[in-house]
């Protein structure tokens, strides 16, 4: 429930709400080192400050999110593409007798790049490599009739690799001790997933904006890192996949594995941990290039920023 000081915190800038008493505490709790706090608090004000999305955001759960990150050591740079902070948009919710419990609100949620998936996986001393690549045509070469696993014959010219269309992801592990895993997913099979499992996807939309059929002002509707950057957004799932299967979990990978994609809060006792909401949220804008938005089936659902 929002409280009294969240409501005057929220109408503060947010330089000003991220040196607020409880929010140096809540920072405190987490990090411990007062060095530490300072260098954290002076980051997290410079990314908000360049992005008017966050500024609208729950105090509360951006600094969350961002303490989430700062705990699995990753780096909210969005040129380093290991975790973002996106802003969504929470219905109001209500009891049985229709009293309004919680108004609506826009939260932070902290999202996993497959970047910090790739560092969390090395630093857990268990892998000996693990990367994500994206396959051009040509390259894939079948499955070998023995073992399954799929073959491939990457090209050297990066030239002539820049001209070929996109076919699919392979994505790969070894263990030190030796064992490793493949996975290939052909392009039509991620965005046929991506289509039934991310409320941020649609394909006929996608399938839309890339054959031109897009008018200029309907553009802001598509701002999910689906639609702009579908081959990172496709590594990603590819690593998810891998490493959830048949790959090794660090304690790090697991938390980062569980609060992807959720709203971070603290609990009572300090805690951060991911809430399930009970509705998918509406994404509002993604951070410096980052993340996801809402859509139903047909279309592409997105709220203009400037009217809030």
Known sequence: MTTSNQIVQQKMPFSV?????????LIANALH??????????????????N????????????????????????????????YLVPFKQK????????????????????LGYKGYVQLALRSGQYKSINVEIVKQGEYKGRDPMTGDPRFQFLEDDNQWERLPVIGYMASFEYLNGFR??????????????????????????ENLIAGNIPQDDMWKYSSFWYKDFDSMAKKTMLRQLISKWGIMSTDMQSAYESDSRVIEETESGQLVPQVEEESPQQLEEPQAAAQIP????????????SL
């Open 181 to 206: 895993k493949v996975l290939y997913w052909s392009k039509e099979k991620m965005k046929n997933h991506a289509d039934q499992y991310s409320a941020a996807f649609s394909r006929k939309a996608y």
């Open 92 to 111: 109001a919710k209500y009891d049985r007798d229709g009293n309004m419990i919680r108004p609506e609100i826009i939260t932070a949620t902290f999202v």
């Open 33 to 50: 080192d007062p060095a530490r706090c300072a260098r954290f608090t002076a980051s997290i004000v410079s990314a908000v400050s360049v």
């Open 295 to 306: 859509a139903n089936p047909a279309e592409p659902k997105q709220i203009d920023l400037s």
């Open 52 to 83: 008017q999305a966050l500024q609208n955001c729950d105090r509360n759960t951006v600094i969350s999110g961002a303490l989430l990150g700062e705990s699995l050591n990753l780096s909210p740079s969005p040129q380093l593409g290991q975790y």
């Open 17 to 25: 709400a991220v040196n607020t008493p409880s929010m140096q505490k």
